[in-house]
């Protein structure tokens, strides 16, 4: 099932197999089909189906940030990896947060759902206060420019 395919699909109320919700009635186990609740379960769907392709662009960017990390001890690049783990420790709390406003009141039993909601909870959280402390080191960092190390 793909995310950019066109065709509006959901799950049939009485075999859950999935289908098309402009047809009449399933063609799996010919259940007659309200083309309103249709209509509004395959939006669902839909949201559901981007909720975790974010998730996934998310997590991908958390990784990055280890990668951005990486680089800063990398003779040349390091100041190309300090500049990118600054810009990504903000982008994905921000990410995680613009996610949760999106889909985290989406009501779904689906578990591709629920692990997208928790994978955003378990990178969101940590990347933030990380960004805090880092934050903090380079206020103090800079207020005391002259400490001794
Ligand atoms: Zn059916």
Redesign the pocket.
């Known amino acids: 099932m793909s995310m950019f395919d066109p065709v509006r699909v959901f799950q049939?109320p009485?075999?859950?197999?999935t289908?098309d919700a402009s047809a009449l009635q399933?063609r799996?186990?010919?259940?007659p089909i309200d083309p309103d609740m249709a209509e509004a379960a395959s939006a669902v769907m839909a949201k559901v189906n981007q909720a975790c392709s974010d998730a996934s662009f998310i997590k991908t960017t958390a990784w990055a940030i280890l990668v951005a990390f990486a680089f800063r001890f990398v003779p040349i690049v390091s100041g190309l990896g300090s500049m990118a783990f600054l810009i990504l420790l903000v982008a994905v709390p921000a990410m995680a947060l613009r996610w949760w406003t999106k889909f985290a009141r989406i009501v779904s039993s689906e578990a591709d759902f629920r692990r997208a909601r928790r994978t955003v909870a378990a990178i969101g959280i940590p990347v933030s206060i990380l960004l805090v402390m880092v934050l903090a080191v380079l206020f103090l960092g800079l207020s005391a420019p002259f400490r001794n190390r």
């Not at 009485?14 to 197999?17: A, T, V």
């Open positions: 049939c009485n075999c859950n197999e289908i399933c799996f186990c010919s259940a």
